[in-house]
């Protein structure tokens, strides 16, 4: 099983609130990726990062922000939800190169209401 | 034009039935294809991947690519209620260095 962790793992939180989706890996992998998945529809890029201080916007425009201070870590945040916002949010962690394997976390289901 | 397309399903088959699921792709610096499977409620594994066109085989599963047509394929034999899931394809190259996923073809295999 992939040491790769998100939390929380549900949210529903109101209309303007902040809030931080946490994910942390145990693999010393440079490369972190967040990825929102709605039902039916594909898995959408919307950040990356190379390494420490490296963050990325992906394909797909986010309201969202990352930071990468850690290795480990690669907090998503959004500053004021709205129910647009609602989706899961999928981290993922590579090694090196660019065909090798991602690993994702279980995800964390976000509803803003 | 979606660079890897991917019908959604559902699909629906039998215990013990061949399964094919299919997708297409537009990029032709795509060079590294992947299959991965996603149970309800957890995030995507990878299952399998293969470089460039041709076969490869794990157990029960089948992957193969057609670059000259610019189709990926995944075949599952003698299919089991375990491997209802969604399955997504996923395409790389080193220039473009992010996966590109489909939509993911959701699976159930009934007894």
């Known amino acids: 099983e992939a040491d790769i962790y998100q939390t929380p793992r549900y949210l529903v939180i109101g209309t303007g609130k902040k809030i931080t989706l946490e994910c942390s890996q145990t693999?010393?992998?440079?490369?972190m990726y967040w990825y929102q998945q709605d039902p039916g529809m594909e898995l959408h890029l919307i950040h990356y990062s190379y390494g420490v201080n490296s963050t990325e916007k992906g394909d797909l425009s986010s309201e969202s922000t990352v930071s990468r201070i850690r290795t480990e870590h690669f907090p998503l945040t959004l500053e004021s939800a709205r129910p647009s916002h609602t989706s899961q949010y999928l981290c993922?962690?590579?090694?090196?190169?660019?065909?090798?394997?991602?690993?994702f976390g279980q995800g964390t289901r976000l509803t803003v209401v | 034009q979606k660079e890897v397309e991917q019908d959604p399903g559902p699909l629906s088959v039998p215990e013990g039935a061949i399964v094919s699921l299919n997708c297409t792709y537009s990029n032709s610096a795509f060079q590294y294809f992947m299959w991965y499977r996603q149970y309800s409620r957890k995030g995507p594994e990878l299952l399998m991947y293969?470089?460039?066109?041709g076969n490869k085989e794990d157990g029960r599963f089948t992957a193969q690519v057609d670059k000259s047509s610019k189709y990926i394929s995944l075949f599952i034999r003698d299919s089991q209620p375990s491997d209802s899931a969604t399955y997504l394809c996923a395409s790389t190259s080193y220039n473009t260095d992010k996966l590109i996923f489909g939509t993911g073809t959701r699976l159930q295999v009934f007894p």
């Open positions: 293969t470089y460039s066109s």
């Open positions: 993922a962690s590579s090694d090196e190169g660019w065909n090798t394997e991602a690993f």
């Open positions: 693999m010393g992998h440079d490369k």
